[in-house]
């Protein structure tokens, strides 16, 4: 049980370390199609 629960934390830790990288990648991303699009800067 204890097995479970640890492997269950490891998990989670390892899909919030991709969603934190995603974020600064999606944050990236908008900025990059901002500076293309200039008629999203208004």
Request: net charge positive.
């Given at each position: 049980?204890?097995?479970f629960i640890?492997?269950?934390i490891y998990e989670g830790l390892i899909i919030n370390k991709?969603?934190?990288i995603g974020q600064k990648v999606d944050?990236?991303?908008r900025?990059?199609?901002r500076e293309k699009v200039p008629s999203?800067?208004?």
């Open positions: 049980m204890v097995g640890e492997s269950r991709f969603l934190r944050k990236i991303g900025k990059n199609y999203l800067n208004k």
